[in-house]
Structure formats: structure tokens, C-alpha cells
């Protein structure tokens, strides 16, 4: 280990690399501890306090690390981003025009980025609003001990476009950031926001519970997440290994292919993709009941969801993201692997799968093997996703679905820790230095 990390510092470009991704979450992290301008601190404090108590908040605030009941600059995030590219791979399928632009690669992507841009800045715009008009008007049940809550000094157009533009142009500067890291600086951008978002919340989190049940619990609570760590990792890094062999064929005097390889399939080909895809479905419906009428109606939804889709062992709350997580799996795995091209693309170099005859066949055996390993990759996600949860309301009480321990924050934390170090580790044996993972 210490080892790697003297190499890690050997190399100019890695540590350049390091060093700047470093840089820039700092930045982010800084940032959301910078309210918006015309923002009552008094107001502020108690946002914090209800968060702390659970309820919508607490689910809300989780992705950004705080800077929601910070009504910081950063305040919505990186969500605007990750609904709009959940909207974006759904109409891919739909509109020919985007399934078009992506089969074009590089250049199709590009066009794709850009209007996913476009539809992160409108979401952005749109949250902004709704988070102001909600905090100046009550918090619309958000913050249920004090109906004259009013997080805004001055309720007037301009100071309402002062925060708006505001948290709008703190939406699209972590936009920037994070593609500017997934460029130059080392994993994927997006992905490691969220992750320092979620680690974040680790130490007071802990430190809630150590005061609440003391010492020995909080030993016991890091023992199982140590033993959950240990399983994600394990099944991260489990692959199904698919054998594929190329004719020989002679070129002038010389002879290529005849050489065996192998195709990787992973037993958790999507990560922790489908994780964040169904917390952002499950934000939905808990931000939209926020602007419903505090009284009839509207009350009686905001509390059916507060009861059951915020609790962790409330039986809607496993149903629904459980089943959000399966069905996200399936559907980001399919976008990822598409068993067609892969057997055209076998079939034009001249390989095959032995046993399988080319081309349909192929393409049918791998649909096949990759709807097998899929659904036990899915079902481990959206355990780990659920019982750590449940475990916590159980032995600490917390009854909120939200806890820096649960296993969404598990799962972000292991998965892109993952993804870093494998991208870190081919840097280094790049350049015949040995890695973190043997």
C-alpha cells in the first residue's frame, strides 16, 4: 500500500491529475457551505435542525451534502444533472433523431452532452424557483415546528432572481466541474461530486449515533458496515468470463488472429448507476408533494409520503425502490451492453464464441448469459440498498431512510472508490508500477 502510494506520487502526471481533482471538490465542498445572498441565518439554523430530525429534508439534503439546508450556492447539487441524463438515455430510445446522434460516437455524444446542458439548466431553474417559493412561504410542510418559517429576508422579484440565477449558475458551475475531472483529472467527475457529497455526511452522522446510543452501538454499527464493504467489493468486482476465439487468416506472408480472449461481463454491469437513478425517481414525488396545499388534500399526500417513502422499513419504501433499482439495473445494463453489436462486432473480426455459431446465435447466447448474471446483480444492489437501512432503524432507531450509513451512501462510496482506483491503477502499470488492486 505505501508502496503504490510513493508511485502515485513518482508520477507527474498522475499526481498533476490527483492533485487538481482534489482541488476542485474542495472547491465544490466550500461551496456549499456559502448561503445565497439575502438569506435570514436564523432561518437557516433551523432548516438544519429539522433536517437533523428526519422527514423530507433529511432525504432531500442527502445528494448534496448539506448545501440544500445550507440554501447554499451549490443548494441543488448534482441532481439537476443526473435528472436530466436519466430523461436523456429514456428519450434516446424513443425520439430516432437522439438514437441517431448516438450511434454517430464522438460526434453524436457531443450533441447529446450538449442538450443534456440544456436540460440541466432549465431543471436547475425550475428547482431554484420552487425551493425559493417553498422557503419563503412556510417551507411548505418541510419545516413542520414553525408555520411563519421564512427563509428569505425580503420576498421581492428582484431578490427572488438574485437566488434563482444564483443556484442556477452553482448548478451549472458543478456541471463544469465535475466534466472538467472526468477530462483532466483523474475518474469520473459526476461521480465523485456525489461521493464527496455522501462522505461528508459520515462523521456527523456518527457522531449522532455514538450520542444517542453510545459507544458499543456505534462499534456495532461499523462492524456491519465493514462487512457489507467487503461484500460490495467482492461482488464489484465479481465478471462472468465469455470465451471468444479468432480464425486464423493469412494477410500476404504473414498470419493474424488465432489468438483466444475472453469477454468480461460484469456481475453488477451497471454500478451504482441504478442507486442514483431510483433516489432521483423516489426525490420526485417527495419534492413535488412539498408544493401541494398544506390543508386537505394536500396535506393528507404529504403525509402518506412522509409515513411511507421516507421510512426504511415501511413496506412501500422496499417495494417501490427496490423494484426502481431492478428495473434501472436492466435498463442502464442494456444501454451499456447491447448483445447485437457485440455479436456483429465479433462476426466482422472474425471471432466466435465456441459452440455458438455466428452472428443470431451469438447475439441470442449473450442476451441470455447477460439476463442470468443481471438479475442476481440487481437483487444484491437493491439489498444492499434496503438492509443497512433497516438494520439502522432497528438497532439505532433511526427510522429515516436517509442515514450517511444506509446503504445507498455504502454503495456510492464503494462503487466510485472502485472505479478511481481502477482508473489510478492503470495509470500506474501504464508506466510498470504496481497497483491497489492485485
Known amino acids: 500500500m505505501l508502496s503504490t502510494l510513493k508511485n502515485m506520487v513518482k508520477v507527474k502526471d498522475l499526481r498533476q491529475k490527483i492533485g487538481f481533482t482534489v482541488l476542485l471538490l474542495a472547491v465544490y465542498r466550500f461551496g456549499a457551505h456559502v448561503p445565497v445572498p439575502g438569506i435570514d441565518l436564523d432561518a437557516l439554523s433551523a432548516l438544519r435542525d429539522q433536517a437533523d430530525g428526519g422527514g423530507a429534508l433529511a432525504f432531500l439534503r442527502l445528494f448534496s451534502g448539506g448545501a440544500l439546508t445550507n440554501f447554499s450556492v451549490f443548494a441543488l447539487g448534482i441532481m439537476p ?18 438514437e441517431q446522434w448516438q450511434q454517430q460516437g ?5 450533441k447529446i452532452t450538449q442538450w443534456t446542458r440544456y436540460l440541466t439548466i432549465a431543471i436547475a431553474v425550475l428547482q431554484s424557483t420552487s425551493f425559493t417559493f417553498l422557503f419563503a412561504n412556510g417551507g411548505g410542510g418541510l419545516v413542520q415546528d414553525q408555520p411563519n418559517f421564512n427563509i428569505l429576508t425580503e420576498f421581492t422579484v428582484p431578490r427572488v432572481l438574485l437566488i434563482v440565477i444564483t443556484m442556477t449558475a452553482g448548478t451549472a458551475l458543478i456541471m463544469w466541474m465535475g466534466e472538467t475531472i472526468t477530462q483532466r483529472g483523474i475518474g469520473n467527475g459526476m461521480s465523485l461530486i456525489i461521493f464527496a457529497s455522501v462522505i461528508s455526511t459520515f ?43 479468432f480464425a486464423k487468416r493469412v494477410v500476404g506472408r504473414r498470419m493474424y488472429g488465432g489468438q483466444n480472449t475472453y469477454i468480461p461481463l460484469k456481475v453488477n454491469q451497471s454500478g451504482v448507476i441504478p442507486v442514483i437513478f431510483a433516489s432521483s425517481v423516489l426525490y420526485l414525488p417527495i419534492l413535488a408533494a412539498q408544493v401541494l396545499p398544506t390543508t386537505g388534500w394536500g396535506d393528507s399526500v404529504r403525509r402518506w409520503i412522509d409515513a411511507n417513502l421516507l421510512v426504511a422499513d415501511n413496506i412501500f419504501y422496499i417495494v417501490i425502490f427496490g423494484l426502481l433499482i431492478v428495473g434501472f439495473a436492466y435498463f442502464y445494463t442494456a444501454i451499456q451492453f447491447d448483445p447485437a453489436k457485440q455479436a456483429d462486432t465479433l462476426r466482422k473480426q472474425g471471432g466466435f464464441v465456441p ?3 455466428p452472428g443470431p446465435q451469438t447475439e441470442k447466447y449473450l442476451g441470455k448469459i447477460l439476463s442470468r448474471i443481471t438479475l442476481p446483480g440487481a437483487l444484491f444492489i437493491a439489498a444492499v440498498a434496503l438492509v443497512p437501512n433497516i438494520i439502522l432503524s432497528v438497532v439505532v432507531g433511526n427510522d429515516q431512510a436517509n442515514s450517511a450509513f444506509g446503504g445507498i451512501s455504502l454503495l456510492i462510496a464503494a462503487g466510485v472508490a472502485l472505479e478511481t482506483m481502477k482508473q489510478i491503477d492503470s495509470q500506474l502499470m501504464m508506466r510498470n508500477y504496481e497497483g491497489f488492486l492485485k
Open 203 to 245: 462523521p456527523g452522522q456518527g457522531a449522532q449515533i455514538q450520542a444517542e446510543s453510545g459507544n458499543v452501538v456505534l462499534a456495532g454499527v461499523i462492524a456491519i458496515l465493514v462487512v457489507i464493504l467487503v461484500a460490495i467489493v467482492f461482488v464489484e468486482q465479481g465478471q462472468r468470463r465469455i470465451p471468444v476465439q
Open 106 to 110: 464522438a460526434v453524436g455524444q457531443r
Open 355 to 357: 459452440g455458438i455459431r
Open 81 to 98: 444533472y443526473i435528472t436530466s441524463s436519466i430523461i436523456m438515455q429514456i428519450l434516446t430510445v424513443v425520439i430516432p433523431r437522439l
